[in-house]
């Protein structure tokens, strides 16, 4: 039976191409799809993820829109990295549906209280919706969250922070502290498998041709930035992680977040070598068969043409 997912997302290309593969991928059931703001406002980012549905003829899939802003801290967008729009690159025509009238939160509270539970959430965005969600249902618990975000030990907006968990500290603490089955897709993991020219060059169809829009703009970031000549689809590869349990590999441990310090904001301080001998909450992701976790990609997003 296939896996029922949630995702909630703040697209943003990588997040786009994550909810492609989930579309594409016959071992998820994709129950909804809820926004937050992050790479761009929500506005933006709820209107990216319809546009991307909208171009995939995927108009029965929900959409609500969540958080506007961070718990407590200042909103921040990575425009510098996803563009004005959030979606640069393509021209996708603009949204032919509004979202649900109903909040995010109180949308994912319905869709797991109907599966008591039996959901796999999957955030590939700051947390702040997830946070919102233990606090206000706390009844509502998925049993399972896979969410890209933070790193062992490096960062892409700090050197000590990956951008959703920077974005809203508070709101990763109170997920990771929750007791829920989570884990983590970070930076030591998607940094390894960069999708370049090789895998571009594969793709098929209007929807292939659409991602190597994206990548052509996405990937001029990470080429200026970090001299690469490809581009970490960071969300996507938590999708990949729960249909593929393979792809990554993954050790429990201990992991807090620094909401403390201003330098170290948003930091996952993981025990790797457990010398503080924190009580393990969480799978980290420590490893990846990039060519698999690449070849999938590939082969998915071909399954739209
Ligand atoms: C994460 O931040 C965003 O820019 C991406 O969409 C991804 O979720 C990577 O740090
Ligand atoms: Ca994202």
Avoid at 34 to 43: C, Y
Avoid at 126 to 145: C, F, G, K, S, W
């Amino acid at each position: 039976m296939a896996t029922a997912i949630l995702l909630d997302c703040d697209p943003g290309h990588d997040d786009a191409i994550a909810l492609l593969l989930a579309l594409a991928s016959p071992e998820l059931d994709l129950l909804g799809v809820t926004t937050v703001a992050g790479n761009q406002t929500l506005e933006k980012t709820t209107a990216n993820a319809i546009r991307v549905l909208d171009f995939v003829g995927r108009g029965d899939i929900p959409v609500a829109a969540g958080a506007d802003r961070p718990l407590i801290r200042e909103p921040f967008v990575a425009a510098y990295v996803h563009g004005e729009t959030g979606l640069d690159g393509p021209d996708l025509p603009p949204p032919q549906r509004a979202p649900l009238a109903q909040h995010a939160v109180d949308f994912l509270a319905d869709r797991i209280r109907e599966r008591k539970g039996a959901v796999t959430l999957v955030p590939t965005g700051p947390l702040t919706n997830v946070a919102l969600l233990l606090a206000l249902h706390p009844d509502a618990r998925p049993e399972r969250i896979v969410l890209m975000g933070g790193a062992i030990a490096e960062g892409n907006v700090t050197p000590a922070a990956e951008f959703n968990i920077w974005c809203d500290p508070e709101a990763a603490a109170r997920v990771f502290a929750s007791g829920i089955d989570v884990t983590m897709i970070g930076l030591d993991v998607t940094h390894k498998a960069l999708f370049g020219d090789r895998h571009k060059a594969q793709l098929e169809g209007e929807v292939g041709e659409m991602v190597r829009e994206l990548l052509a703009f996405y990937g001029a970031f990470h080429k200026e930035a970090y001299g690469w000549d490809g581009s970490p689809i960071h969300d996507a590869v938590a999708v990949a992680h729960v249909s593929h349990p393979n792809l990554v590999e993954t050790l429990k441990r201990g992991v807090k977040i620094d909401t403390e310090s201003e330098l170290s904001r948003g930091r996952t301080l993981v025990d790797l070598w457990r010398r503080a001998r924190w009580e393990p909450n969480c799978h980290v992701g420590v490893d990846i068969d990039a060519d698999a976790f690449l070849g999938l990609l590939v082969q998915r997003l071909n399954s739209f043409a």
